[in-house]
């Protein structure tokens, strides 16, 4: 399985590092197999920091060892128990089961918004649900632990904004 990465810089050697925020599925190493996604995240990094560079990295993920070796969470779509599961990690309280690998769709800004209307009370759980199925939402691949991290081989980089050659 190929996955991507973008960001400011470069990731050749991917680590487990505690985030400055909470994010969708706890801390981790965020991944995409959906290239549009990672240059997309790697130009809205490269805003929010003030930088000027925007990489993606490009990885070869053996997915076939993890699913025989690890323990990974799997929503094949935004539902109520992915709800959950990003309320929890946003709010940086979730406390269930810990996971190697968890995939799933990425809360996007619209999609934080209707969190934001569900958790004040605003939407429902099942208006919350509806209102993610009218917007597209991409993958993640989000690699927890060590274990997961040692089968991700880096195979190149480039920055998006350069011609392919």
């Known amino acids: 399985m190929i996955l991507y990465h973008g960001s400011k810089v470069a990731v050749e050697l991917p680590r ?8 969708d ?4 190493f965020y991944t995409t197999e959906n290239r549009i996604q990672a240059i997309d995240f790697a130009n809205i990094v490269m805003l929010r920091r003030k930088a000027n ?27 109520e128990n992915w709800l959950d599961y990003v309320c929890q990690n946003r709010r940086g309280n979730y406390k269930g089961k810990p996971y190697d690998i968890v995939i799933g769709a990425v809360a996007n800004d619209k999609v934080y918004a209707t969190i934001g209307l569900y958790e004040s009370g605003l939407f429902t759980k099942e208006q919350a649900i509806e209102s993610f199925r009218i917007n597209p939402l991409f993958d993640q691949v989000v690699l927890k632990t060590e274990a ?18």
């Open 16 to 23: 487990l590092v505690i985030p400055n925020r909470t994010l």
């Open 25 to 28: 599925f706890g801390t981790g």
């Open 53 to 79: 560079t925007q990489f993606i990295s490009v990885y070869d993920f053996d997915m076939e060892r993890a699913e025989t070796e690890l323990d990974i969470l799997r929503f094949d779509k935004p539902d």
């Open 148 to 165: 997961a991290l040692s089968l991700l081989n880096f195979q190149k980089m480039f920055d998006p904004r350069e011609p392919v050659k």
